[in-house]
């Protein structure tokens, strides 16, 4: 654990040029501090926020290297050929700008459009329809789903494979379907995926097959990729079930042995995933779970309308829907729990009753409620956490070196709510809230904190905002355990002082309320609240911009300092 935290921090404060690897197709920001648009109107002088400690002047290499790349195909003019080295443009699917050069491209081609219709739909281009009444659209989705279909006697017969980029879980499931794919179409419906890969013989010169074009029509706010047939390999995936599973769910194996399917779709989705977002899963590190339709309410994507169960049939951005009325959850799991179960509801009685039990527990025990309820909305995204430190990059950035120093502390904040979240289950008595009370008696919880405080300081704390977290990161690790880190700290805490003293002696001079303001984009800038001092703003602020009744802009000195900073 030392070997891996206090270089990846010294790495991210000396670091000056950031490095020319590939981006990931899909970028997920860290959980509750976005990367762009975060501004802190509060404070800059870091001893405010940061640990209490003083400041001492006393080649972590993540993944793999870039090792059997294939080329993923596209849902669009030309089919590619793999070839490690070659050079080859790839245009991701309807909607995307993005671009990336995996492989070599071939001659053969095909244009895919609508039965019927006269329109070809090419890489990166726009469908016409902005959003579709059966599937909205959730600009939070980060699914990712691979369909494979059998061929001659077989046909009907269906293999999927689902991941979340925000969740260290691999669905799996087979299943035989009717010829109009009405399982197949419910089951994307209820994933709701961003992107869905399909073989290229499903969609070969054109010729779609029938599950291709039904696909094609019900999901036009999805990137619909083709990829080569021969990474829809049932081997292959056996392989990575045992490779990525996690121990305690390592029956799942002997689950889906038998399952062609399911296991060829497993195989492409995790080498697709892989490529696109330039990664390598972490070995035992995924919950790998096969799933059926046994057990479940499958309810298709026409009656989801009908019923107006998440989307408002006059309005598509209004919250009267079953879902809207539903959601009073107060975690990013929580809240996907709740639209699985409206879209797939179970039928299994003891499920349900479990379930009945629990709620008039809960109802029955406000004080007990009440307290619960607050514990549990102090939790970040624990499956995006975790998916994050199973995801691990191919190459090292800047981004990532940060990247790594924030989810740790994450992971502490995380850690730290366990306790106060057990005693909160303590008095509950049923059997569901009682397991779940034993679980949280694991002692790798402790053996997980034990080696995080023996580098990250005990203060550091998760705190909302840019600037907060940017000083929390700066200061995690403990003094006088790199002399060179230490030094980098003083220095970074000089600026930020004379960032706040300057903005102190501007607001005396001028007699005007001035703040400090921080983004990542504009880096440390002024704030003044006010609604008509535009025009009075003497000459030395420039960079002036209004925000309903918020002016920000910098001066001279401040653009300096923002320099000294970088």
Known sequence: FDEFLYPTLIYYLMMMFQSDAKKPKYQLDLLETPVNNQNDSTSTNTSSVRPNYSVSSSSYTTGRGNSNLYTPGQRSSSSFTPSHGSSMSYTPGRGSSTSYTPGRRSTSSYTPGRRGSTSITTPGSKRKTPYSSTTPMDVNS???????????????????????????????????????????????????????????????????????????????????????????????????????????????????????????????????????????????????????????????????????????????????????????????????????????????????????????????????????????????????????????????????????????????????????????????????????YKLLEDPRYDIIMTKIISVIHEDTRYQKGTLHMRTQKCFAVKPEINGLLDVARTTYTEVVDDVSNLVKQLAEEYSLPLKTSYNTTRGFYIQLYSKDKEDNLPGIFMKVTKQRTTLSFTCADLIKLNGEKA
């Open 142 to 436: 980060s699914v990712i789903v691979a369909v494979v279909e059998g061929r001659g006697l077989a046909r009907g017969e269906i293999g999927m494979a689902s991941i979340n980029l925000k969740s260290p879980l691999l669905t799996l499931s087979q299943f035989s379907d009717t010829p109009t794919y009405v399982k197949t179409i419910t089951k994307l419906q209820i994933l709701l995926p961003v992107e869905i890969i399909m073989p290229n013989t499903a969609c070969e010169s054109g010729n779609m097959t029938k599950l291709f074009t039904l696909v094609n029509d019900q999901f036009v706010n999805t990137s619909l990729s083709a990829v080569q047939r021969k990474y829809f390999n049932e081997a292959r995936g056996i392989q990575y079930v045992k490779q990525l599973c996690v121990p305690e769910f390592s029956t799942v194996e002997m689950e889906v042995t038998s399952k062609y399917y399911c296991l060829a779709a497993a195989a492409a989705l995790v080498k697709y995933v892989e490529f696109i977002q330039n990664i390598v899963f972490a070995p035992r590190s995924m919950k790998i779970v096969f799933k059926g339709s046994e057990n479940t309410t499958m309810i298709d994507a026409t009656t989801v309308k009908n019923l107006e169960l998440l989307q408002n049939a006059r309005d598509p951005r209004s919250e009267h829907t079953l879902y809207g009325v539903l959601n009073h959850t107060k975690t990013a799991g929580g809240n996907r729990l709740l639209r699985a179960n409206i879209l797939q509801p179970p039928s299994d009685l003891e499920t349900i009753c479990m379930r009945q039990e629990v709620v008039a527990e809960l109802t029955s025990k406000e004080e007990f409620f009440y307290n619960l309820q607050t514990i549990v909305g102090r939790f970040l995204d624990i499956d995006h956490l975790l998916s994050l430190f199973v995801q691990i990059p191919k190459q090292d950035s800047m981004k990532t070196a940060e990247n790594n120093i924030a989810n740790v502390i994450y992971l502490k904040h995380t850690l730290e709510l366990i306790e106060p979240l057990r005693e909160a289950l303590k008095d509950f008595e049923n059997p569901l809230l009682k397991t779940y």
